[in-house]
Nanobody, 125 residues
Framework: QVQLVESGGGLVQAGGSLRLSCAAS????????MGWFRQAPAKEREFVAA????????YYADSVKGRFTISRDNAKNTVYLQMNSLKPEDTAVYYC??????????????????WGQGTQVTVAS
């Protein structure tokens, strides 16, 4: 079965950096678009970033544009989220997700059929 496992979360001071990883198995990783989402306490899960199956296209939420970078290594079946200049409002559980629609980058959770268990990111002020 499809398994997505996030890692790399933790506690960081405001202005710091973290790199999240998501290792995929049980799917043909190189034909899936991938996304990162986050969910803060008492809030809806929200889109953060997406990357196409080839890595050629990326898309970001306005709140993270210029600070976060999504990338992937298809040889390692892994997608990454480099997070720089972190702010307290970035505190959330971060999830990676897979979308089979190769030709359109999605931002809506409903289009992602497989999800990881999440990794906690806490940014202290």
């Amino acid at each position: 079965q499809v398994q997505l496992v996030e890692s790399g979360g933790g506690l960081v001071q405001a202005g710091g950096s973290l790199r999240l990883s998501c290792a995929a198995s049980g799917l043909s990783f190189n034909i899936y678009n991938m996304g990162w989402f986050r969910q803060a306490p008492a809030k809806e899960r929200e889109f953060v970033a997406a990357i196409s199956w080839s890595g050629a296209s990326t898309y970001y939420a306005d709140s993270v544009k210029g600070r976060f970078t999504i990338s992937r290594d298809n040889a390692k079946n892994t997608v990454y989220l480099q997070m720089n200049s972190l702010k307290p409002e970035d505190t959330a559980v971060y999830y990676c997700a897979a979308n089979r629609e190769r030709w359109l980058l999605r931002t809506d959770t409903r289009f992602f059929g497989s999800w990881g268990q999440g990794t906690q990111v806490t940014v202290a002020s």
